[in-house]
Antibody, heavy 117, light 113 residues
Framework: EVQLVQSGGGLVQPGGSLRLSCAAS????????MHWVRQAPGKGLVWVSS????????AYADSVKGRFTISRDTAKNTLYLQINSLRAEDTAVYYC??????????WGQGTPVTVSS | DVVMTQSPLSLPVTLGQPASISCRSS???????????LSWFQQRPGQSPRRLIY???NRDSGVPDRFSGSGSGTDFTLKISRVEAEDIGVYYC??????????FGQGTELEIK
């Protein structure tokens, strides 16, 4: 069974940092793109970032470029999102999601990030 | 950047009746490799999204056959032949052809009348 188990969210002050983690099991993590998608309270899904299967390339939404860094550790089958310089508008549930047959085959349970003083 | 536009944004339906959601993209979603990367996702209340359809019309494993996808180029449709109570939630189209801008549509909330 494929599982993406997320951790690392929480309450953080504006300007603060967090690292989100997503531990994958049950599928060939190293062979596929992985992504982060977020959902602000009561809003829709928004793509945040993607990383190539070997970690050599990454892409970011304009709203997070320069503040967020996506990475992956193939040995640990884990995806990360380092979030710096947090703003109120970054408050959202963050989902990790991974490709297999196509885009976004598998989803984690989501982890909430709240930016507030 | 590609813009994905769904309609309607709210869809009240009667149990057992059909439902249809439209998704339009501002650019063709035909990739240079010949594939059209248009997917549909369902998000039930309080749950993570789940993909239903990929590459326009391919149903994912475990998805009931009352769900179907169609379309080409810039116009796509998700149809539910007979709505059941478990179908309530928000439905999103998503394009994976042009990896810039918003990949997802705004979402369509399916509710039971």
């Amino acid at each position: 069974e494929v599982q993406l188990v997320q951790s690392g969210g929480g309450l953080v002050q504006p300007g603060g940092s967090l690292r989100l983690s997503c531990a994958a099991s049950g599928f060939t993590f190293s062979g596929h793109w992985m992504h982060w998608v977020r959902q602000a309270p009561g809003k829709g899904l928004v793509w945040v970032s993607s990383v190539f299967s070997d970690g050599s390339r990454a892409a970011y939404a304009d709203s997070v470029k320069g503040r967020f860094t996506i990475s992956r550790d193939t040995a640990k089958n884990t995806l990360y999102l380092q979030i710096n310089s947090l703003r109120a508008e970054d408050t959202a549930v963050y989902y990790c999601t991974g490709n297999s047959v196509d885009n976004f085959d598998y989803w984690g349970q989501g982890t909430p990030v709240t930016v507030s003083s | 950047d590609v813009v994905m536009t769904q309609s309607p944004l709210s869809l009240p339906v009667t149990l057992g009746q059909p439902a249809s959601i439209s998704c339009r993209s501002s650019q063709s979603l035909v990739h240079s490799d010949g594939n059209t990367y248009l997917s549909w996702f369902q998000q039930r209340p309080g749950q993570s999204p789940r993909r239903l359809i990929y590459r326009v019309s391919n149903r994912d494993s475990g998805v009931p056959d009352r769900f179907s996808g169609s379309g080409s180029g810039t116009d796509f449709t998700l149809k539910i032949s007979r709505v059941e109570a478990e179908d309530i939630g928000v439905y999103y189209c998503m394009q994976g052809t042009h990896w810039l801008g918003d990949l997802f549509g705004q979402g369509t909330e399916l509710e039971i009348k």
